[in-house]
């Protein structure tokens, strides 16, 4: 049993290109998310979905895409990245009666 | 627009000295309240979730309670081994929203 699985756990990108962040949890669960953690700021949501097939935005979407195919899976798509994308980016996944559990996070440098 | 708030932003205790950290929160529709522990370069580790006011959970040296407006993360005879950035969210419907932390350190 992984929990959440998050790829890769580093990535340095060029300004303008672009990649996805994989995010898998094994536990069945209907709720994923997506956030960034920077100093001083704490944990921000980009992305949340709530099953298969549907997904909606948080509190900092821009630049970034999501989507939800599978129950499984739940990646994020920077489409040109920036350097204020330098981040730590957090995957989580929680049932509706349960905690979020969180990945172990992709340290990402935008140059 | 739902807001919370932790307080103090950084805390140094003696090993030993017992303490509390704070989260304070608007949210209309409170479906869960949850601690979490973070190590450096890790991802947040559950602790305790509260659903309703007066509720209180144990674990070893951590006690959460919860009134209708914040929570309370009491720190009992903390060890070195408690030094991490503890966090605070709040789940209304289907959206998690923490706070910034506070970062605890204990010296020996």
């Known amino acids: 049993n992984a929990g959440v699985t998050q790829t890769p756990k580093f990535q340095v990108l060029k300004t303008g290109q672009s990649m996805t962040l994989q995010c898998a949890q094994d536990?069945?669960?209907?709720?994923m998310s997506w956030y960034r953690q920077d100093p001083g700021m704490g944990l921000r949501l980009i992305h949340y979905s709530v099953g298969a097939g549907i997904t909606d935005q948080g509190e900092v979407p821009n630049g970034y895409n999501v989507s939800r195919s599978t129950t499984e899976d739940f990646p994020l798509r920077l489409l040109s990245a920036a350097p204020s994308q330098t981040s730590v980016y957090f995957c989580?996944?929680?049932?509706?009666?349960?905690?979020?559990?969180f990945g172990q996070g992709t340290r990402l440098t935008v140059v | 627009e739902d807001q919370v708030t932790q307080s103090p932003e950084a805390l140094r205790l003696q090993e030993g000295e017992s303490s509390s950290l704070n989260c304070s929160y608007t949210v209309s529709g409170l479906r869960g309240l949850f601690w979490y522990r973070q190590d450096p370069g890790k991802g947040p580790e559950f602790l305790f979730t509260?659903?309703?006011a007066g509720e209180e959970k144990e674990k070893e040296r951590l006690k959460a309670t919860l009134t209708k407006k914040e929570s309370f993360l009491h720190i009992t005879a903390p060890k070195p081994e408690d030094s991490a950035t503890y966090l605070c969210a709040v789940r209304e419907n289907q959206k998690v929203t923490f706070g910034t932390g506070t970062k605890l350190q204990v010296i020996p």
């Open positions: 509260l659903y309703s």
């Open positions: 536990m069945n669960h209907e709720y």
């Open positions: 989580a996944s929680s049932s509706s009666t349960s905690e979020a559990f």
